[in-house]
């Protein structure tokens, strides 16, 4: 006997029906006639029936007795305490070159000239040594600040070390970097690719008037032109991966089409990704930017139109609503472990420097704070065990969660709109693709 999935999710255009199943992340068309069969459940077993086998492949059917939150529920287990990928955040400073006007980096005990002493880098590798476990497969280091490009030196130590326990356990390395930007030339953009950081996440905050106001150095100058310099300088690399993260509040909703042309006439278009991403307020955070858009269900309405804008004018789309199972690595036993210069350990960078959220310190280990993260879970939200994209969000961030103030994701508002973008995009790149092969021939 089966049953249909509670996690489908299906919606009708106008080349058929189509059907989203947030368990497996699979997206399928069906005939007006293979719907109907779908709906009845009249998919025979016995028979070779290619439609019942790619239902059942999809998880968009599955077994009557099948109890699917229970498998969710498993999986975040499993993925919670893995440690086949051990995830670091190193913040070998909380120095920044820039004032931009809502950084929350300001941390009143900490010291923000420090750059990571020796010592400090050398308990932080013992330590991480020490957390590899024999079925570790992957060292993946997430350079964060301040910025972290201040602290260079920091990164060449570490990661000389790094790749010499790497190599000596046969783990494969990889790093990743979360830069303003301003800092990166050719020459060090060229070292950075020798230190195998080859993704980088780089924020823009409107087109160059209104990032220029916002962006700034601390002399209050504009920092527009430096980062797409910045920017082009790394994508000469054929293997970086360049993300730019783009800060929506109404203005930057209103001009989009402007920085999309400076993207598109700086040659970036099919070079970079683009994320639009909601300003949030946590505890740690400034609150000085004037213009947010407060209420979820505005935002989403004007990211759903920014990304439909991304689609028209021909740049990636990376909004696919995958599974992950688990709301981000801060709730995994070896994900997430932030570390800033003085050593104290946390779970989520928007907490990094705040020593009281501290869960341990390099010296020391970990201490009974970490329970808060490990033992969380999205399952005792009643809104979320019943939510149709549980798998995709997870509760969302687990952060807001403990703070009382949990927010869906903002494609969870209007999902079905979200599905037909990523539908419009993959059937625009089908055809494009067509089109290449057919030039080639
Ligand atoms: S807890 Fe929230 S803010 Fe922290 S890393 Fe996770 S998703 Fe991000
Ligand atoms: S936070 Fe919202 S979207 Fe996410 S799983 Fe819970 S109910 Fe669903």
Redesign the pocket.
Known sequence: MLKHSQYNIVLTNKDGVLIYNSITGAFAKLTLEEYRKYLSLNLNEDENNSLLENLKKGMFVVPADFNELEYIKERYTTLKHSATTLGLVIAPTLKCNLACIYCYQNRGEFDNSLLMPSNVQEALVSFMRNIIRDNTKLLSVLWYGGEPLMGLQVIRELTKKFLKIANELDIRYTASMITNGTLITPTIAEELHKLEIKAFQITLDGDKDTHNRKRIYKNGKGTFNRIIDAIKTLAKYRDTNITIRVNVDEEVAKNIDNILDTLDKEGLKNKIGIYFSKLEEYEYSSRAWACYIKSLEEYSKVEKKLYMRLIERGFKLNIYPFPRYI??G?VREYG?ICIDPEGYIYK???EIGVKEKSVGHVNEGFNERLNRWISYTPFSFEQCSTCKLLPVCMGG????AMEGNRECMPLAQNIQEYLKLVYAYKSQQHTINKLKSIKEE
């Not at 961030?397 to 807001?400: F, N, Q, S, Y």
Request: overall charge positive; glycine content about 0%.
């Open positions: 709301p981000c801060a997430n989520c960078w928007h961030c687990p952060l807001r």
